[in-house]
Every structure is written in C-alpha cells, then in structure tokens.
C-alpha cells in the first residue's frame, strides 16, 4: 500500500512538473487581495458536452500548480494570459490531491 501511495504522489509532482514546464505564462490577481502572482497554467477550452449550464462557448478549462497561489482560485478573481484577461467561474473539477496535500486546482475562466 505504502508503495501504491509513493507511486501517485510521484505521478502528482510529474504532473505539477509538466504544468510548470510547458504551461503558459498568466497573472493571477486575486480579487479578494488584489495580490498579483506570475506562474505557467494549462489551458484548453470547454468541449461541446461540457457547455452545459452557465459554461459557454469559448470558456476555458485551467490547471495550475495549488503551491502557487494561498487557497483556492475563486469567482472573480482573475488571469490574463496573452494579453486577455479571463474571469474566473467555478472549479470544473475536485483538486487533485493525494491525502491532505493538494497538488493542483481545475477551474474554468470566461473572458478573452
């Protein structure tokens, strides 16, 4: 068991790893803090059966690196990747965690 747990939380750091590597460069202003933070993300926008509810055309799923920013991403706040600023919506997914630690937070952004 111990060695099945090592195995996913090296699989975790591998994939903080990628984000951080080829990831895009954005700023992250937090709304509540107004505190702006530079760090790579994944980016990919929504699929067509994901357009449900309040997501739109053109919305964008994110990924980042939870270390990078002090808790988690919320509504309002925001990134500006290639010179667009997004908003965030909502997470579009659980964290990625392995027991208590979080290795990355999933959300989805509106803006361009």
């Known amino acids: 068991m111990a060695d099945m747990l090592a195995s996913i939380q090296a699989a975790m750091v591998k994939a903080v790893d990628l984000i951080n590597t080829i990831g895009t ?3 992250y202003t937090t709304r509540a803090t107004s505190i702006t933070s530079q760090f790579k993300v994944l980016t990919k926008e929504l699929g067509t059966s994901e357009l449900v509810g309040d997501f739109r055309q053109g919305d964008l799923k994110v990924e980042m690196d939870a270390t990078k920013i002090t808790g988690v991403p919320k509504k309002h706040d925001t990134l500006v990747i ?20 979080v290795y990355t937070y999933k959300f ?3 803006g361009g």
């Open 25 to 27: 460069t954005c700023d």
């Open 82 to 101: 290639d010179q667009l600023t997004y908003t965030v919506q909502s997470p579009s997914g659980a964290p990625r965690r392995v027991g208590d630690i």
């Open 108 to 110: 989805v952004v509106r």
